[in-house]
T-cell receptor, first 111, second 112 residues
């Protein structure tokens, strides 16, 4: 069953903690993306990667880090430097057609 | 600054009517255009894409593209309450490192 999985579905973070959000795809897509969505807001790009071992900052990369060691995986770490991390985090992937397909999302809340 | 603009709504239509959602974009070199549906609390789901001027139909959905006017629209025929969602427009230009430029979305409410 092809698709994109994200875990966990819900995540709670204490202030000062780093947390890592998982994103895995078995669609054989080259490109992967991380977005943040705040209530009533659009999608804002955090980081993206077009190939393994390479990634670029998006519009709001400060306080976040990523890695792309495998084609299937693109984890996002929310560091303590991100002052307002409470949001809905969405991972997406795309192939040559450029349409992006999304995982179910992770809802992060800071306690 | 490359932009994609949508009326935020809410757009309210009665069940069975045609819902018309509109999107304008600023980058004249844009090549591909996408419509996503997002239910409250869920992730966006791709419902239509269009590359060429004109109409593209898929079931109850029709995407319309006019590159000269930098305008793309989505028509939903025979609207159903299950169509109530936020509809996001996204635009692609190959010179933009395979990133999509996103609109903020239009909220649609279909009333029984």
């Amino acid at each position: 069953d092809g698709g994109i999985t994200q875990s966990p579905k819900y995540l709670f973070r204490k202030e000062g903690q780093n947390v890592t959000l998982s994103c895995e795809q078995n669609l054989n897509h080259d490109a992967m993306y991380w977005y943040r969505q705040d209530p009533g807001q659009g999608l804002r790009l955090i980081y993206y990667s077009q190939i393994v071992n390479d990634f670029q900052k998006g519009d709001i990369a400060e306080g976040y880090s990523v890695s792309r060691e495998k084609k299937e995986s693109f984890p996002l770490t929310v560091t303590s430097a991100q002052k307002n991390p409470t949001a809905f985090y969405l991972c997406a992937s795309s192939s040559l057609g450029n349409e992006q397909f999304f995982g179910p999302g992770t809802r992060l809340t800071v306690l | 600054q490359k932009e994609v603009e949508q009326n935020s709504g809410p757009l309210s239509v009665p069940e069975g009517a045609i819902a018309s959602l509109n999107c304008t974009y600023s980058d004249r070199g844009s090549q591909s255009f996408f419509w996503y549906r997002q239910y409250s609390g869920k992730s966006p789901e791709l419902i239509m894409f269009i590359y060429s001027n004109g109409d593209k139909e898929d079931g109850r959905f029709t995407a319309q593209l006019n590159k000269a006017s930098q305008y793309v629209s989505l028509l939903i025929r025979d609207s159903q309450p299950s169509d109530s969602a936020t509809y996001l427009c996204a635009v692609y230009n190959a010179g933009n490192n395979r990133k999509l430029i996103w609109g903020l979305g239009t909220s649609l409410a279909v009333n029984p």
